[in-house]
């Protein structure tokens, strides 16, 4: 899924960060550039036009263009917007009714309801720990009601008797009944699909929901239909109050527009992918992820996410100028530990930054924490401007009285000197590899 996409974008941005300075016609470029892709990989037009607009907006309109790598402001805008696009948060069930929490399922035929209904009812009973009772109420497809009790005897969820001849609303009625008498925290209603969508499919929807009141309508997509699903999820979406979409097939090699699309067209968030026929290939649709995945560029993002956020920028333009030249003193280790501080620890950046992983390790405790950063830089704050420049010149009595002076011990500051070289030794070793610019290339 989303291979050919990513292939496409990659390139586009390839393009960008290949250049220094981008001109706004650059940028209009690689936009135009990023609508083309969106659009071969069957995202629907008017969302692809849309997408594109906002995110020349932003490229062209703030001071990207200016900053110190413009292309990744770029890249990053772009995936800013995809996750918008996709739901900006991971969205749950929403169960917290009166049981019995009714859950309906609609979709076209084939979409794969019936499945993804005992997927959702064995995730429930495993995880969540929930009584689920599941019903079929498509009458139209032979054997669909035994298929479902097939699949509840899989799955070990208790499916509603099935009574020959009994109508959706009706059977509806029923399972309401029973799930309350049988005190089921949840009733899963797996309706009738139709090959297209027709007006009575709708109208029986539509009877059913108001019968059997759901705290969730999800609509059954699946992901291989391509701009058809797009125009489902439309007819769907204005007549059946949903709630969410389920997209099926995610595990299959298709375009992967459809899903793109799917939330713009119907304003309601993607709760869950179907990755498989086996019955627990159910996932979370993760929007950041799956936009990470389509860039391609995940650690990219995130860490000039957390760079934008707290490095002002001159500091960043100070700093990138030092690493160009591989040099690396006691201030610039400073710098670093005061952004760390910023952004949350070590911990959050050892891996991205290459060589800090090697630094952490190289310390006594694996984990650092706020106050070790801030006695570091007392130890740095300790030393005079010419050992800063210069650590060598620390010998042993130097070192007892920065020791002193900062309240630490010895061992300690031997053990920031020890970091300090790795990190410079790391920077060194980034410069023959292109600087900073040489690894995000490489990252991205
Ligand atoms: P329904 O007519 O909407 O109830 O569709 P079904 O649940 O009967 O599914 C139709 C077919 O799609 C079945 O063969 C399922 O095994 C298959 N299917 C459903 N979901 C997925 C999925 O996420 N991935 C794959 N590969 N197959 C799926």
Do not use: C, Y
Not at 25 to 32: E, K, L, N, S, Y
Not at 48 to 55: H, L, N, S
Not at 151 to 170: C, S
């Amino acid at each position: 899924m989303f291979d050919s996409l990513s292939d496409r974008l990659g390139g586009v941005f390839d393009r960008l960060r290949g250049r220094g300075a981008l001109t706004e016609a650059d940028v209009r470029t690689a936009m135009r550039e990023v609508r083309v892709a969106l659009l071969e990989a069957d995202v629907a037009l008017p969302v692809a036009r849309a997408f594109v607009e906002r995110a020349t907006e932003k490229a062209i309109g703030q001071d990207v263009l200016r900053s110190v790598t413009p292309g990744q402001q770029v890249v990053k805008i772009v995936h800013d917007e995809l996750v918008e696009m996709l739901g900006p948060d991971t969205a749950e069930l929403d169960l917290n009714k009166t049981p019995p929490a009714v859950v309906m399922l609609v979709g076209l035929q084939g979409s794969g309801k019936t499945t993804t209904t005992a997927k959702l009812a064995k995730m429930l009973r495993g995880k969540e720990n929930k009584k689920v009772l599941m019903a079929s109420l498509d009458v139209n497809r032979p054997a669909a009601q035994e298929q479902l009790a097939t699949l509840g005897t899989q799955t070990e969820v208790a499916t509603l008797p099935i009574v020959e001849g009994q109508q959706p609303v009706d059977i509806a009625k029923r399972a309401l009944q029973s799930a309350k008498l049988q005190g089921h925290d949840v009733l899963m209603l797996d309706t009738a699909g139709r090959l297209h969508v027709d007006q009575a499919l709708m109208d029986e929807m539509k009877a059913v929901a108001d019968v059997a009141n759901p705290a969730e309508i999800l609509l059954v997509v699946d992901s291989l239909t391509g701009q058809d699903a797009v125009n489902v999820a439309e007819r769907f979406s204005e007549q059946v109050p949903l709630t969410g979409v389920i997209l099926t097939r995610m595990d299959g090699d298709a375009r992967g527009g459809a899903a793109l699309s799917m939330r713009e067209v119907t304003g309601k968030p993607i709760k869950f992918a179907g990755m498989g026929e086996k019955l627990d290939a159910i996932e979370p649709f993760h929007p950041k992820r799956v936009a990470g995945r389509i860039l391609g560029m995940g650690d990219v993002v995130s860490l000039v996410e957390k760079a934008a956020a707290s490095i002002e920028q001159e500091d960043a333009e100070r700093m990138a100028e030092r690493l160009a030249k591989g040099k690396f003193d006691m201030n610039d280790l400073r710098a670093q530990l005061a952004q760390m501080r910023k952004m949350g620890g070590l911990g959050a950046l050892a891996g991205m930054i290459p060589g800090l992983k090697k630094a952490q390790a190289a310390m006594a405790s694996g984990a650092v924490d706020e106050k070790l950063l801030l006695r570091m830089d007392a130890m740095i704050s300790s030393m005079t401007p010419e050992e800063r420049a210069k650590p060598a010149l620390m010998n042993a009595k130097r070192k007892r009285r920065v020791a002193n002076g900062s309240g630490t011990t010895v061992q300690e500051l031997n053990r920031l000197m020890k970091m300090h070289q790795e990190m410079a030794t790391a920077m060194k070793k980034m410069k023959k590899m292109g600087g900073i610019k040489g690894m995000m290339a490489m990252l991205g």
